[in-house]
């Protein structure tokens, strides 16, 4: 169950990444001119609009190295004090889990080779072999380019583990017996990554297979500015793409902020609950604390400073 869990995750970082950590972001964050003061804070406050007690908003990193994976003392008690806990998908529905795997492959039967030179399906089957070879070369040949760039992805981190937030937060609610639910489904997910062409997101695993030995520095300055909880960094770096993938920020990104915006506002009607949803999703004025605002709710940041492991100062 793990490692389909992980599967989630692999998906969730990687259609954060499309935002932009290889794309040239933009001078200036659309945060700044909204101009909520510049705090740094991943855990935000819902309140007001007429609901009765306050809800928790959370920036998560889907993934991200097993030692950086932290709560706080303030995140642990939002959870124990929950009614429930809702992430992008239900990580714990072992049927969703177990469904991720019918929309690994490409629609109408398309194969790798259909979009790449024999030279570079052959390069993505050696990258595999050499550095996932648990996966078959003709699992390889029909997958999602997508989904195989997620897997590539992880190499970039430069440590033995990695984990998620979200396994952080799934672990926590365990202790106190609180049910985990999900703003979207895997289906819904799987109809983004069929929105980008498959020609584009062949172009793009070839590009992550070229660079999968160049130290990513983006990726470590994303790691940096996670940990110091400064979304409005994070906005420009993340968010501002320029460029084809660019194109489609309206299904990965501004859509799916609105959507969960709308469940958020019938939910906390009637019961308190923690969103932990990728801290891309945060900041600008088409992030999910300004459209809850604009919705009538007050959202404020929480104080979350990081719960070091025991022994550490």
Not at 155 to 181: L, S, T, Y
């Amino acid at each position: 169950m793990k490692n389909c869990i992980r599967l989630f995750l692999f998906v969730a970082a990687f259609i954060s990444s499309l935002f932009g950590t290889a794309q040239k972001p933009v001078a200036k964050s659309t945060f700044q001119k909204e101009k909520p003061a510049a705090v740094k804070s991943l855990l935000w406050e819902i309140s007001g609009n007429g609901i009765k007690q306050p809800s928790y908003l959370f920036g998560t990193m889907h993934i991200i190295c097993k030692n950086d994976a932290l709560l706080s003392t303030e995140m642990e008690k939002i959870i124990a004090n929950s009614s429930a806990i809702y992430l992008e998908l239900d990580m714990d529905n072992m049927m969703e889990l177990l469904g991720a795997f019918q929309y690994m492959n490409m629609k109408g039967g398309k194969k790798l080779s259909d979009f790449l030179s024999e030279a570079d399906v052959k390069k993505v089957k050696d990258w595999f072999k050499a550095n996932q070879p648990l996966i078959p070369a003709g699992m390889i040949e029909k997958m999602k380019p997508i989904f195989l760039s997620s897997m590539i992805g992880e190499k970039g981190f430069g440590c033995e583990q990695q984990d998620g937030m979200e396994m952080r937060i799934m672990e926590e609610a365990g202790k106190n017996d609180k049910e985990i639910k999900g703003l979207e489904t895997m289906a819904y997910q799987a109809g983004i990554m069929d929105s980008i062409p498959y020609e584009l997101q062949a172009k793009d695993l070839i590009k992550s297979i070229d660079s999968s030995n160049v130290q990513d520095t983006s990726l470590t300055t994303l790691v940096d500015l996670y940990k110091k909880q400064d979304i409005e960094a994070l906005d420009t770096l993340m968010n501002k793409t320029e460029g084809e993938m660019g194109k489609y920020n309206e299904y990965l990104l501004y859509r799916r902020n609105r959507n969960w915006v709308e469940k958020i506002k019938e939910l906390t009607k009637t019961n308190n609950y923690l969103f932990a949803v990728g801290a891309g999703h945060l900041p600008g004025i088409k992030g999910v604390i300004a459209l809850l605002r604009k919705e009538g709710f007050t959202v404020k940041p929480v104080q979350n400073q990081w719960k070091l492991p025991a022994g550490e100062m």
